[in-house]
Protein backbone atom coordinates (compact mmCIF):
# COMPACT_ATOMS: atom_id res chain seq x y z
CA UNK A 1 0.00 0.00 0.00
CA UNK A 2 0.95 3.86 -0.24
CA UNK A 3 0.98 3.25 3.85
CA UNK A 4 4.26 1.17 3.83
CA UNK A 5 5.79 4.03 5.31
CA UNK A 6 3.60 4.42 8.36
CA UNK A 7 4.42 2.06 11.60
CA UNK A 8 2.62 1.42 14.40
CA UNK A 9 3.41 3.26 17.48
CA UNK A 10 2.13 0.22 19.54
CA UNK A 11 5.16 -1.91 17.65
CA UNK A 12 7.61 0.73 19.02
CA UNK A 13 9.54 0.65 22.05
CA UNK A 14 11.50 3.76 22.89
CA UNK A 15 14.87 3.04 25.24
CA UNK A 16 17.35 5.19 26.18
CA UNK A 17 18.63 8.48 24.51
CA UNK A 18 21.83 7.94 22.24
CA UNK A 19 22.32 11.15 20.73
CA UNK A 20 21.11 14.38 19.76
CA UNK A 21 20.89 15.40 16.33
CA UNK A 22 20.09 18.70 14.16
CA UNK A 23 16.04 18.02 14.64
CA UNK A 24 15.56 16.38 17.72
CA UNK A 25 16.75 13.79 20.43
CA UNK A 26 18.23 9.92 18.97
CA UNK A 27 16.63 7.53 21.25
CA UNK A 28 17.63 3.67 21.23
CA UNK A 29 14.32 1.28 20.37
CA UNK A 30 12.68 -1.62 19.79
CA UNK A 31 10.54 -2.64 16.62
CA UNK A 32 9.53 -6.06 15.26
CA UNK A 33 12.01 -7.42 18.04
CA UNK A 34 15.01 -5.53 16.15
CA UNK A 35 17.16 -2.85 17.66
CA UNK A 36 16.52 0.43 16.18
CA UNK A 37 17.36 3.99 15.99
CA UNK A 38 14.29 6.48 16.69
CA UNK A 39 14.94 10.09 15.56
CA UNK A 40 12.55 12.38 17.07
CA UNK A 41 11.65 15.88 14.93
CA UNK A 42 11.03 19.22 16.89
CA UNK A 43 7.62 20.35 16.21
CA UNK A 44 7.62 23.49 13.54
CA UNK A 45 11.44 22.01 12.07
CA UNK A 46 9.91 20.53 8.96
CA UNK A 47 7.39 19.98 7.32
CA UNK A 48 5.46 17.42 7.93
CA UNK A 49 3.55 17.14 4.45
CA UNK A 50 7.01 17.06 2.64
CA UNK A 51 8.35 14.39 5.13
CA UNK A 52 5.73 12.29 4.51
CA UNK A 53 6.51 12.33 0.57
CA UNK A 54 10.07 12.41 1.70
CA UNK A 55 9.66 9.10 3.62
CA UNK A 56 7.60 7.52 0.81
CA UNK A 57 11.02 7.58 -1.42
CA UNK A 58 13.47 6.91 1.86
CA UNK A 59 10.88 3.60 2.27
CA UNK A 60 12.29 2.58 -1.65
CA UNK A 61 15.85 2.91 -1.24
CA UNK A 62 17.77 -0.18 0.19
CA UNK A 63 20.77 -0.97 -0.21
CA UNK A 64 23.41 -2.76 2.57
CA UNK A 65 25.84 0.15 2.33
CA UNK A 66 22.77 2.94 3.25
CA UNK A 67 21.66 2.82 6.51
CA UNK A 68 18.03 1.58 6.39
CA UNK A 69 14.64 3.85 6.86
CA UNK A 70 11.85 1.14 8.03
CA UNK A 71 9.58 4.03 8.45
CA UNK A 72 7.73 6.80 10.57
CA UNK A 73 5.15 7.04 13.38
CA UNK A 74 3.32 10.18 12.40
CA UNK A 75 0.50 9.48 15.15
CA UNK A 76 3.69 9.99 17.78
CA UNK A 77 4.22 13.06 18.96
CA UNK A 78 6.78 14.20 18.61
CA UNK A 79 6.75 12.81 15.02
CA UNK A 80 9.75 10.15 14.97
CA UNK A 81 11.63 8.44 12.09
CA UNK A 82 12.89 4.65 12.13
CA UNK A 83 16.38 3.27 11.47
CA UNK A 84 18.69 0.58 11.12
CA UNK A 85 20.62 0.60 14.60
CA UNK A 86 24.62 0.91 13.91
CA UNK A 87 26.43 0.08 16.97
CA UNK A 88 29.66 2.14 16.64
CA UNK A 89 27.88 5.40 15.98
CA UNK A 90 29.41 8.56 13.46
CA UNK A 91 32.26 7.45 11.30
CA UNK A 92 33.98 11.32 12.91
CA UNK A 93 33.38 9.92 16.41
CA UNK A 94 34.86 6.69 15.27
CA UNK A 95 37.58 7.76 13.56
CA UNK A 96 38.77 10.21 16.09
CA UNK A 97 37.79 7.57 19.21
CA UNK A 98 40.85 5.45 17.30
CA UNK A 99 43.09 7.62 16.40
CA UNK A 100 46.53 5.99 15.59
CA UNK A 101 45.20 2.31 15.71
CA UNK A 102 43.39 2.40 12.56
CA UNK A 103 44.88 0.30 9.31
CA UNK A 104 45.34 0.78 5.92
CA UNK A 105 43.28 -1.33 5.04
CA UNK A 106 40.20 -0.60 7.47
CA UNK A 107 40.68 3.67 6.08
CA UNK A 108 40.14 1.98 2.44
CA UNK A 109 36.95 0.00 3.21
CA UNK A 110 35.67 2.82 4.54
CA UNK A 111 35.82 5.02 1.32
CA UNK A 112 34.97 2.08 -0.41
CA UNK A 113 32.00 1.20 1.83
CA UNK A 114 31.07 4.87 1.51
CA UNK A 115 31.16 4.95 -2.71
CA UNK A 116 29.04 1.39 -2.88
CA UNK A 117 26.53 3.62 -0.55
CA UNK A 118 26.65 6.78 -2.98
CA UNK A 119 26.67 4.40 -6.29
CA UNK A 120 23.71 3.13 -5.47
CA UNK A 121 21.97 6.55 -4.79
CA UNK A 122 23.65 8.12 -7.53
CA UNK A 123 22.31 5.09 -9.63
CA UNK A 124 18.69 6.09 -8.09
CA UNK A 125 19.01 9.90 -9.63
CA UNK A 126 18.58 10.77 -5.55
CA UNK A 127 21.05 13.38 -4.59
CA UNK A 128 22.25 13.22 -0.75
CA UNK A 129 23.34 17.08 -0.21
CA UNK A 130 25.08 16.53 3.02
CA UNK A 131 27.98 13.96 2.36
CA UNK A 132 30.07 13.97 5.24
CA UNK A 133 31.56 12.03 8.10
CA UNK A 134 29.22 13.05 10.49
CA UNK A 135 26.15 12.02 8.68
CA UNK A 136 27.81 8.07 7.85
CA UNK A 137 27.11 5.51 10.73
CA UNK A 138 29.53 2.63 11.39
CA UNK A 139 27.69 -0.79 12.39
CA UNK A 140 29.16 -3.46 15.18
CA UNK A 141 31.92 -4.61 11.93
CA UNK A 142 32.90 -1.65 11.25
CA UNK A 143 30.85 -1.47 7.78
CA UNK A 144 30.11 2.26 7.18
CA UNK A 145 27.07 3.18 6.00
CA UNK A 146 25.42 6.51 4.19
CA UNK A 147 23.05 8.23 6.12
CA UNK A 148 20.87 11.06 6.90
CA UNK A 149 19.80 11.47 2.85
CA UNK A 150 17.73 14.01 1.68
CA UNK A 151 17.19 15.47 5.14
CA UNK A 152 18.45 18.77 4.84
CA UNK A 153 16.65 19.71 2.14
CA UNK A 154 13.23 19.62 4.55
CA UNK A 155 14.65 21.62 7.15
CA UNK A 156 12.90 25.39 7.63
CA UNK A 157 16.32 26.70 9.73
CA UNK A 158 17.60 28.81 7.00
CA UNK A 159 20.58 29.36 8.78
CA UNK A 160 21.42 25.57 7.67
CA UNK A 161 20.36 25.49 4.09
CA UNK A 162 21.31 28.78 3.01
CA UNK A 163 24.88 28.56 1.91
CA UNK A 164 25.76 32.20 3.64
CA UNK A 165 25.04 31.18 6.96
CA UNK A 166 26.76 30.30 9.62
CA UNK A 167 25.38 26.89 10.30
CA UNK A 168 25.61 25.49 6.03
CA UNK A 169 28.95 23.08 5.68
CA UNK A 170 31.14 25.17 3.68
CA UNK A 171 33.42 23.02 3.96
CA UNK A 172 31.95 19.64 2.33
CA UNK A 173 30.16 21.76 -0.27
CA UNK A 174 31.14 21.98 -3.97
CA UNK A 175 31.79 25.80 -5.79
CA UNK A 176 28.90 25.52 -7.55
CA UNK A 177 26.91 24.61 -4.44
CA UNK A 178 27.99 27.88 -2.62
CA UNK A 179 27.84 30.18 -5.25
CA UNK A 180 24.15 28.99 -6.71
CA UNK A 181 23.08 26.33 -4.61
CA UNK A 182 23.24 23.82 -7.20
CA UNK A 183 23.26 20.57 -5.73
CA UNK A 184 24.01 17.68 -8.01
CA UNK A 185 25.65 13.84 -7.88
CA UNK A 186 28.65 15.85 -8.94
CA UNK A 187 28.34 18.19 -5.55
CA UNK A 188 28.02 14.94 -3.94
CA UNK A 189 31.09 13.76 -5.20
CA UNK A 190 33.42 16.87 -3.96
CA UNK A 191 31.79 16.35 -0.65
CA UNK A 192 32.73 12.54 -1.28
CA UNK A 193 36.34 13.87 -1.64
CA UNK A 194 36.34 15.80 1.66
CA UNK A 195 35.29 12.99 3.46
CA UNK A 196 37.91 10.78 2.19
CA UNK A 197 40.14 13.71 3.85
CA UNK A 198 38.30 13.07 6.92
CA UNK A 199 38.86 9.22 6.62
CA UNK A 200 42.63 9.89 6.36
CA UNK A 201 43.28 12.71 8.78
CA UNK A 202 41.47 10.07 11.01
CA UNK A 203 38.63 12.61 11.86
CA UNK A 204 40.05 16.20 11.77
CA UNK A 205 38.06 18.69 10.78
CA UNK A 206 38.65 20.23 7.42
CA UNK A 207 40.29 23.29 7.15
CA UNK A 208 40.55 23.76 11.09
CA UNK A 209 40.94 26.74 12.20
CA UNK A 210 39.52 28.75 9.25
CA UNK A 211 36.20 30.37 8.72
CA UNK A 212 33.73 29.39 6.23
CA UNK A 213 34.69 32.97 4.29
CA UNK A 214 38.71 31.86 4.29
CA UNK A 215 37.55 28.72 2.86
CA UNK A 216 35.78 29.91 0.06
CA UNK A 217 38.29 32.42 -0.89
CA UNK A 218 41.46 29.74 -1.00
CA UNK A 219 38.78 27.43 -3.00
CA UNK A 220 38.43 30.16 -5.15
CA UNK A 221 42.19 30.90 -5.66
CA UNK A 222 42.36 26.99 -6.79
CA UNK A 223 43.67 26.15 -3.35
CA UNK A 224 42.30 22.47 -2.07
CA UNK A 225 43.02 20.40 1.20
CA UNK A 226 46.59 19.04 1.52
CA UNK A 227 47.30 15.37 1.16
CA UNK A 228 46.99 13.74 4.94
CA UNK A 229 50.09 11.83 5.78
CA UNK A 230 48.20 8.28 6.14
CA UNK A 231 46.73 9.22 2.54
CA UNK A 232 48.94 7.09 -0.52
CA UNK A 233 49.56 9.18 -2.91
CA UNK A 234 46.83 7.35 -5.19
CA UNK A 235 44.01 8.49 -3.03
CA UNK A 236 44.93 11.77 -2.95
CA UNK A 237 45.02 11.93 -6.99
CA UNK A 238 41.13 10.46 -6.61
CA UNK A 239 40.70 13.25 -3.91
CA UNK A 240 41.91 16.16 -5.93
CA UNK A 241 39.71 14.88 -8.48
CA UNK A 242 36.65 14.92 -7.02
CA UNK A 243 37.36 18.69 -6.36
CA UNK A 244 38.18 19.65 -9.97
CA UNK A 245 36.33 23.06 -10.28
CA UNK A 246 34.05 22.00 -13.04
CA UNK A 247 31.26 19.43 -11.77
CA UNK A 248 31.44 17.43 -15.82
CA UNK A 249 35.36 17.09 -15.02
CA UNK A 250 34.65 15.22 -11.55
CA UNK A 251 34.45 11.49 -11.82
CA UNK A 252 30.94 9.48 -10.91
CA UNK A 253 30.48 7.28 -7.92
CA UNK A 254 30.58 4.36 -10.08
CA UNK A 255 34.07 4.90 -11.78
CA UNK A 256 35.54 6.39 -8.26
CA UNK A 257 34.23 2.94 -6.63
CA UNK A 258 35.84 1.25 -9.27
CA UNK A 259 39.47 3.14 -8.56
CA UNK A 260 39.22 2.72 -4.99
CA UNK A 261 38.69 -0.93 -5.12
CA UNK A 262 41.61 -1.30 -7.61
CA UNK A 263 44.39 0.35 -4.85
CA UNK A 264 45.24 -1.96 -1.98
P1 LIG B 1 21.85 14.95 12.81
O1 LIG B 1 22.54 14.45 11.57
O2 LIG B 1 20.41 15.14 12.64
O3 LIG B 1 22.55 16.10 13.44
P2 LIG B 1 22.59 12.46 13.75
O4 LIG B 1 21.93 11.66 12.70
O5 LIG B 1 24.06 12.69 13.60
O6 LIG B 1 21.90 13.82 13.87
O7 LIG B 1 22.30 11.80 15.14
C1 LIG B 1 22.95 12.22 16.31
C2 LIG B 1 23.68 11.05 16.95
O8 LIG B 1 22.77 9.96 17.20
C3 LIG B 1 24.76 10.45 16.06
O9 LIG B 1 25.97 11.11 16.22
C4 LIG B 1 24.83 9.00 16.52
O10 LIG B 1 25.67 8.90 17.64
C5 LIG B 1 23.39 8.73 16.95
N1 LIG B 1 22.66 8.01 15.87
C6 LIG B 1 21.97 8.55 14.84
N2 LIG B 1 21.45 7.61 14.04
C7 LIG B 1 21.83 6.42 14.56
C8 LIG B 1 21.63 5.04 14.16
N3 LIG B 1 20.93 4.72 13.07
N4 LIG B 1 22.19 4.09 14.93
C9 LIG B 1 22.92 4.41 16.03
N5 LIG B 1 23.15 5.68 16.45
C10 LIG B 1 22.62 6.67 15.73
Redesign the pocket.
Known sequence: SNDQWELDCSELTLGQE???????L?L?GQWKKRK??V?TIREGYMSEDELREEAKVMMKLSHHKL?QFYGMCSQCSPLCLV?????N??LS?YLRARKGSLSQDLLLSMCVDVSEGMAYLENSNYIHR?LAA??C?VSNNNQVKV??FG?TRLVFDDQYTSSHCSKFPVKWAAPEVIKYSKFSSKSDIWSFGVLMWEVYSEGRLPYDNRTNAEVVESLNAGLRLLKPRLAPDAIYVLMEWCWKEKPEDRPCFTILLHELASIS
Open positions: IGSGQFGVEVAKVFEFMEGCDDRNLSDM
